[in-house]
Antibody
Framework: QVQLVESGGGVVQPGRSLRLSCAAS????????MHWVRQAPGKGLEWVAI????????YYSDSVKGRITISRDNSKNTLHLQMNSLRAEDTAVYYC?????????????WGQGTLVSVSS | DIVMTQSPDSLAVSLGERATINCKPS????????????LAWYQQKPGQPPKLLIY???TRQSGVPDRFSGSGSGTDFTLTISSLQAEDVAVYFC?????????FGQGTKLEIK
């Protein structure tokens, strides 16, 4: 079955960078669009970014555009999120999630999440 | 951006009773060419990631109990749990995938009365 395992979270000072990864298994990774969704402590869900199955299409939320880069390595079944110029408001659990690959972006597989805490 | 507004923010229902959660997008999520509503519902239990329950507004994800149902069209949607079970205690989110950015409702916390 679908397995998504995030890593790379931790405590980081404001203005610094962090790179998150998501290891995928149990499905044909290269056939599916992948997303990052975050959830601040005790808050709701906020979509961050999407990358298409082949990496040719990428979209970001306005709140992270210019500071965050989503990428994927289909040869290694891995999704990445490069986060630069981190702010306190970026503190959240970051989930990677897969969509259903038909251009319809509902998310039928989620990882357990990795916590990013931005604090001095 | 499409703003998703859920009501109520929290809900307490007795075991075996019906629970109803509403979701109102700020604009229609009905795509005219295929007559599909681009709306999904998720369940999130404490300490867990969200789980997809419903997509296309009313299609139940495989493995989801049939006490969960979705209805509505355009700008007015409902998630109904026909007979609340203890394991249904969770926060429920709606999400539109009609356009990017994808947006979620603020969540509805469902508890046992």
């Amino acid at each position: 079955q679908v397995q998504l395992v995030e890593s790379g979270g931790g405590v980081v000072q404001p203005g610094r960078s962090l790179r998150l990864s998501c290891a995928a298994s149990g499905f044909t990774f290269s056939a599916y669009g992948m997303h990052w969704v975050r959830q601040a402590p005790g808050k709701g869900l906020e979509w961050v970014a999407i990358i298409s199955h082949d990496g040719s299409s990428i979209y970001y939320s306005d709140s992270v555009k210019g500071r965050i880069t989503i990428s994927r390595d289909n040869s290694k079944n891995t999704l990445h999120l490069q986060m630069n110029s981190l702010r306190a408001e970026d503190t959240a659990v970051y989930y990677c999630a897969k969509d259903i690959a038909t251009g319809s972006y509902y998310l039928d597989g989620w990882g357990q999440g990795t916590l990013v805490s931005v604090s001095s | 951006d499409i703003v998703m507004t859920q009501s109520p923010d929290s809900l307490a229902v007795s075991l075996g009773e019906r629970a109803t959660i509403n979701c109102k997008p700020s604009q229609s999520v009905l795509y005219s060419s295929n007559k599909k509503n681009y709306l999904a519902w998720y369940q999130q239990k404490p300490g867990q990631p969200p789980k997809l329950l419903i997509y296309w507004a009313s299609t139940r994800q495989s493995g989801v109990p049939d006490r969960f149902s979705g209805s509505g069209s355009g700008t007015d949607f409902t998630l109904t749990i026909s007979s609340l079970q203890a394991e249904d205690v969770a926060v429920y989110f709606c999400q539109q995938y009609y356009s990017t950015p994808l947006t979620f409702g603020q969540g509805t916390k469902l508890e046992i009365k």
